[in-house]
């Protein structure tokens, strides 16, 4: 595909950036309305015509309630989609809103709808609209907050998310290009004014970028690096799968893991490497947990706790017991067990 940033998307550049997923069944276009969608739906719609066979194409547009206009511009993206040939659905994001918190709270509220619209229209696929430009921010906001490997490596080209798969086919495509699509085919957008909101972080963050570029920082750079600490992830990754069932294999003797939890053999867990063990004991809590994904630092912080457990000298066995995101983690007999832990007494 070409490599200036000023030049538009080409019909063949569409079909090299859609080609992955030719054979689902159904597509779902997550169109806000904004220029990067929009030129989602524009592209994948001419991808679509030029296949023989190809994917249903449905455009989805989740309205959060959050500002009066959002009505209208969903309305709109229905008037493009069916002159594209496309069907096209609005989802609502209904119920009180939150005062703190808001844009993780639309995001994830935008996700479950899009995925429900999947579900209803037997799509096995959400493609998304992110670009270079949101890839490089989203490193930028992970590297400052302090995250692990996986975090800075954001967002992935193809993910899973409630049995359907979420694909981004722009991370490598500059929103400037995307711009230069639209203008050319002479398709409007809409602005959305929350973009430029310097009260929430990442507009704080888009608008760092050109001073960052300016020392050698620009986009391409850290979305070369989000690929680099990518690929690395994925090799800890495989590690992490074998020291799994390198635990497993030791305790073939003893009780296996049910679905009730999991355990581990204490001593053989402490040999290995701080980052296995913390990626195993991460995966165990998410897992047998109730309250959502658990922080790397909390679990860090469990993760130290072990330690000191697996390293004190005492006339008994170790004991430890916490809870962590639903789960509880306990150390007895010279075992690790990580399980759900028992719900909370509310207090009258």
Sequence with gaps: MATDDETPISASDAKGLFADWKAAPAIVLAVSGGPDSIALMWLAARWRRALARGPRLVAVTVDHGLRAEAAREAREVKRLARSLDLDHRTMRWSG???????PAAARAARYRLLTEAARAHGATHILTAHTRDDQAETVLMRLLRGSGIAGLAAMARES???????????????????????????????DDPTNRDVNFTRPRLRALLPRLAAEGGDA????????????????????????????????RQ?????LAGKSFDLKAFAA?????????????????????????GKVEAVLAA??????????????LKQTLAGALVSVTGGRIRIEPAPPRRHRG
């Design 272 to 296: 290995m490497p701080e980052e296995i063990r913390l990626r195993l004991l991460l995966r165990a809590i998410n897992r047998f947990g109730h309250e959502g994904p658990a922080e790397l």
């Design 96 to 102: 009180t809103k939150p005062k703190t918190g808001l």
């Design 254 to 258: 003893s009780p296996p893991s049910g």
């Design 220 to 251: 391409r750079g850290l979305v070369r690096l989000a690929s680099r600490l990518g690929r690395a992830n994925a090799a800890v990754e495989v590690l992490a799968d074998g020291a799994e069932r390198y635990l497993a294999l030791r305790d």
């Design 160 to 190: 899973e998310r409630e049995g359907v798969r979420l694909a981004r086919p722009f991370l490598n495509v500059s929103k400037s290009q995307l711009l230069a699509t639209l203008r050319k085919a002479r398709i409007a957008f809409v």
């Design 306 to 319: 072990l330690d000191r457990t697996a390293a004190a000298r005492t006339g008994s066995r170790p004991k």
